[in-house]
């Protein structure tokens, strides 16, 4: 996976050390219902099309730029599914990174599905029911997705300490 240069410019300065980071995952829908999916060439396994965000740019506009950019599919972003903090990941050159992934649901409206850079070995539609070999974290994303909740998903806060007793003081 190519790194993109201001995040080499921030390692050349950090090293290893945790960077958190923005991304963003897209559940993309075709007109027949199948979903979009690349296999990784760094993992070589089969994913949700993702990127991070350049800096500056909103993440509808990454989200569609990646999907373009990764499987020559154009897309349009319909909504929030969700926000997640994902377990930290320790890529093979030791850098370590953890990302808040503003996960959307988008529907294709033109292109092919295709291999259209070096980050994917192959891309392709898939049934639903018939998914290839995924990670839980993308078959939830997806499972999120088919839900058709307009209301988008978020680990909630705990709940605050309750406060303390005012009439205590005076004892």
């Known amino acids: 996976m190519p790194i993109p240069?201001?995040?080499r410019a921030?390692?050349?300065?950090?090293?290893?050390t945790l960077l958190f980071m923005p991304g963003v995952v897209m559940v993309v829908f075709d007109d027949r219902g199948r979903v979009l999916l690349n296999r990784?060439?760094?993992?070589?396994?089969?994913?949700?099309?993702?990127?991070?965000?350049?800096?500056?740019?909103?993440?509808?506009?990454?989200?569609?730029?990646?999907?373009?950019?990764?499987?020559?599919?154009?897309?349009?972003?319909?909504?929030?599914l969700g926000v997640f903090t994902n377990e930290v990941i320790e890529y093979p050159n030791g850098?370590?990174?953890?990302?808040?992934?503003?996960?959307m649901?988008?529907?294709?409206v033109g292109g092919t599905a295709k291999v259209n850079d070096d980050e994917s070995l192959d891309v392709g539609w898939f049934a639903t029911d018939t998914l290839p070999e995924l990670a839980p974290l993308h078959r939830e994303r997806?499972?999120?997705?088919?839900?058709?909740?307009?209301?988008?998903?978020?680990?909630?806060?705990?709940a605050p300490a309750p406060a303390p007793d005012p009439g205590l003081r005076d004892r």
């Open 10 to 16: 921030i390692r050349a300065k950090a090293g290893n």
């Open 95 to 103: 850098h370590l990174a953890q990302y808040m992934d503003v996960v």
């Open 40 to 80: 990784r060439s760094d993992t070589g396994n089969w994913a949700l099309i993702a990127g991070i965000p350049e800096p500056g740019e909103q993440p509808a506009a990454a989200a569609v730029r990646e999907i373009e950019e990764e499987t020559a599919v154009v897309a349009v972003v319909e909504r929030i």
């Open 142 to 158: 997806i499972a999120l997705a088919l839900k058709d909740e307009p209301a988008a998903w978020f680990v909630p806060a705990p």
């Open 5 to 7: 240069e201001f995040i």
């Open 105 to 108: 649901l988008c529907r294709a």
